[in-house]
Antibody, heavy 123, light 106 residues
Framework: QITLKESGPTLVKPTQTLTLTCTFS??????????VGWIRQPPGKALEWLAL???????RYSPSLKSRLTITKDTSKNQVVLTMTNMDPVDTATYYC???????????????WGQGTLVTVSS | DIQMTQSPSTLSASVGDRVTITCRAS??????LAWYQQKPGKAPKLLIY???SLESGVPSRFSGSGSGTEFTLTISSLQPDDFATYYCQQYNSYPWFGQGTKVEIK
């Protein structure tokens, strides 16, 4: 059974750095084809993909946010960490991590999701 | 970047209706398209992948079609549990999402 859970601060101040951790079980990020991504959703708005890391440490970032994002994995701890620098009130959103498994082609859908964590950016 | 455009943004329908949502990609993505259902306060749920493959456990009233740049999600007979927001997502390159289609009660 695959599960993922996001953790991190619920409130950050503008200009601060956000660090979110995705702790998962039921799969290994050392298995060929596996990836973990981060997706966010501002209140009442659409989903926005942020970053993705694969089993082979290949990393992908949203071009518009690339300069602010870092994604890393700790295979031994079954965790993926996302850091986002220079937080702004417009970054207020629910942040999700999700599992993917390449089923052909160069990418994969997100088939298992965490419950999400709401991060508010405010002074 | 590949842009994903869904239509309509909102759809009003009744239980039992056949519902179709369209997703257009700004360039060809072959069949690398997924559809998700999201209910308020919940994480999205994968319904369809590779444009037309039904994810395990998803009711057969959901179906997907299309390739290249135009795709559709069809619900053959809308059920009370289906009132939600639906997103398409391409995964040919970066995993971009569409802006969502809210299916509401008529």
């Amino acid at each position: 059974q695959i599960t993922l859970k996001e953790s991190g601060p619920t409130l950050v101040k503008p200009t601060q750095t956000l660090t979110l951790t995705c702790t998962f079980s039921g799969f290994s990020l050392s298995t060929s084809g596996v990836g973990v991504g981060w997706i966010r959703q501002p209140p009442g708005k659409a989903l926005e993909w942020l970053a993705l890391i694969y089993w082979d440490d290949d990393k992908r970032y949203s071009p518009s946010l690339k300069s602010r994002l870092t994604i890393t994995k700790d295979t031994s701890k079954n965790q993926v960490v996302l850091t986002m620098t220079n937080m702004d009130p417009v970054d207020t959103a629910t942040y999700y991590c999700a599992h993917s498994f390449v089923r052909g082609g160069s990418g994969a859908p997100f088939d298992y999701w965490g419950q999400g964590t709401l991060v508010t950016v405010s002074s | 970047d590949i842009q994903m455009t869904q239509s309509p943004s909102t759809l009003s329908a009744s239980v039992g209706d056949r519902v179709t949502i369209t997703c257009r990609a700004s360039q060809s993505i072959s069949s690398w398209l997924a559809w998700y259902q999201q209910k308020p306060g919940k994480a999205p749920k994968l319904l369809i992948y590779k444009a037309s493959s039904l994810e395990s456990g998803v009711p057969s009233r959901f179906s997907g079609s299309g390739s290249g740049t135009e795709f559709t999600l069809t619900i053959s007979s809308l059920q009370p549990d289906d009132f939600a927001t639906y997103y398409c997502q391409q995964y040919n390159s970066y995993p971009w999402f569409g802006q969502g289609t809210k299916v509401e009660i008529k």
